[in-house]
């Protein structure tokens, strides 16, 4: 507030552009939620699912990650029924579903003896807000019964991507996710490995120096969840597939929701000169002011903690102005419509070995892969040497290399032209 450049306080940016609204920022570590001017709320989950953290909001998760294609397959067998996971796992996919946009793509695969894709279509759909409620609502509606069949699972989240291919009616166009959570091991007959080498590739790089393929590779990011779980095979997804796989225990079920809907900081380290270059922007969906200003819409960036390799989400900041004053704007629909359409650019994600197995440390050192064979294939040695002396080496010192003047000076700059 008093602390940036001459210029850049978050005070002087208000006397200077009185036609903006609140400066708002949420940050990753925490959870935290600052805005000013500073107002009075009490806001729980009581009210809205996930809403009191604003790291699973569509406008933060958005800003971090870019548009992407998102299936969510989550296990509804009979195992689900015990030990509360079939609730938990419901609640983890409404959240992770919270954390969506406008420019987002998705849908659900529910799975047991047959797998079934919600909606009539069989494809992705655009994550407004009343597709975001429907894939909710159909979340609620689930219940654990029958047998595990995997393959079907991922053959059936795989035609998805393949009956989406018209780029802004049914597929962003951008990074492609699977979201895979499951508390048993696949019934006799249905393990997936050999369909999802077949239907995706296998992971997306072959050494460090190689940059990814992303537009057309699913990262499969795995949740083995309660004391049943396949973690064997369910890691081997995640690290043949170029994501992460998480470990979740009937006692931490809790947790679940908030592991599962934070993907997206994944996505975010790897953005392609993220944290090196001019901090950019990206324009929200509209909303409806909280506090009875009308519909909002508002300028989003991120901000980056640079000592990390790769660079890690540090907090998301945005400003933000009523519809109905940049209505009074010159050249407010134009310079509007522009901003929607390049919100909507895919962003390049992509990883060296080494910089997702420093992720993947973070998350928990079960989710490592570095361990995972026992005989590397011909190069990959002393990649993995390489990977694991960098996650056992001391931790990087010093003072997070970020400027949130910057940020804010590149929004208001948006705001203005």
Not at 7 to 22: D, L, M, N, V
Not at 74 to 90: F, H, N
Not at 204 to 228: C, P, Q
Request: net charge neutral.
């Amino acid at each position: 507030l008093e602390t940036a450049p001459a210029g850049f306080t978050i005070k002087a940016a208000a006397e200077e552009y009185p036609q903006t609204a609140w400066h708002f920022s949420g940050f990753q570590q925490t959870g935290l939620y600052r805005n000013w001017p500073s107002i009075y709320q009490c806001r729980t989950e009581a009210q809205c699912s996930g809403c009191s953290d604003p790291r699973f909001r569509g406008w933060y998760a958005g800003a971090a990650s870019g548009p992407k294609d998102v299936v969510i397959i989550i296990d509804t067998s009979g195992s689900m029924d015990s030990s509360g996971r079939m609730a938990a796992a419901i609640e983890a996919a409404q959240w992770t579903v919270n954390t969506l946009s406008a420019t987002d793509f998705a849908t659900v695969v529910a799975f047991s003896g047959t797998a079934r894709v919600f909606g009539s279509t069989g494809a992705l759909m655009p994550m407004t807000a009343a597709n975001r409620q429907a894939l909710k609502s159909y979340l609620g509606t689930l219940s654990a019964n029958g047998a595990t069949h995997m393959r079907d699972a991922f053959s059936a989240a795989f035609d998805v991507l393949a009956r989406s291919t018209s780029v802004g009616t049914n597929t962003a166009g951008c990074n492609k996710l699977f979201l895979f959570l499951s508390d048993g091991a696949p019934t006799a007959g249905q393990e997936p490995e050999a369909l999802i080498q077949e239907r995706n590739g296998g992971r997306s790089y072959l050494n460090e120096d190689e940059e990814e393929k992303t537009l057309d590779h699913v990262r499969i990011f795995t949740y083995a969840f309660g004391s049943g779980a396949p973690s064997a095979l369910m890691k081997r997804i995640a690290c043949a597939n170029s994501a992460i796989y998480r470990k979740i225990s009937d006692d931490d079920k809790g947790e679940l929701k908030s592991i599962m809907a934070s993907y997206f900081v994944y996505l975010a380290a790897g953005i392609k000169d993220a944290g090196s270059s001019v901090p950019s922007a990206t324009w929200t969906d509209q909303y409806e002011d909280g506090q009875g200003m009308g519909r909002m819409t508002g300028a989003c960036s991120v901000a980056y903690d640079k000592t990390k390799d790769p660079v890690q989400l540090l907090a998301v900041i945005c400003l933000g102005l009523p519809v109905a004053t940049g209505q009074t704007l010159t050249g407010w629909s134009a310079a509007f419509m522009r901003a929607m359409t390049r919100r909507k650019e895919c962003p390049i994600v992509s990883f060296s070995f080494k910089q997702l197995e420093a992720l993947r440390a973070q998350a928990s050192p079960d989710s490592m892969c570095v361990t995972l064979s026992p005989t590397p294939a011909p190069g990959e040695k002393n990649l993995r040497q390489r990977a694991s002396a960098s996650n056992s080496a001391p931790a990087t010192t010093g003072a997070v290399a970020v400027s949130f003047a910057a940020a804010s000076s590149a929004l208001l700059g948006l705001l203005l032209w």
